[in-house]
């Protein structure tokens, strides 16, 4: 799986500490050479992230998804509830 770096969004918290998130594309190709893509989202500070991979086929639809994330500034904690509404 390659995981390819998007955006990187650096915002600060209620508490004063810096959070940088960075946005990633996973992309796995399967056994008839097409892609599926998925999403990873890294806190670079203290390296916690969430992965989530086979989320579609449609690079549009990804690559909105990435935008939306970095947009809203998602953290790895909330990934799953976003990715909940947007299935």
Excluded: H, S
């Amino acid at each position: 799986m390659r995981e390819l770096p998007i955006t990187t969004r650096t915002v600060q918290t209620e508490d004063n500490r810096r959070l940088t998130l960075l946005y990633i594309l996973l992309v796995e190709e399967t056994a008839e050479g097409l892609e599926k893509f998925g999403v990873k989202i890294t806190e670079v500070e203290n390296e916690n992230n969430a992965t989530v991979p086979n989320l579609t086929m449609n690079t549009q639809k990804i690559y909105g998804l990435l935008e939306t994330l970095a947009r809203c500034t998602v953290t790895p904690t909330g990934l799953m509830d976003v990715l909940a509404d947007w299935l």
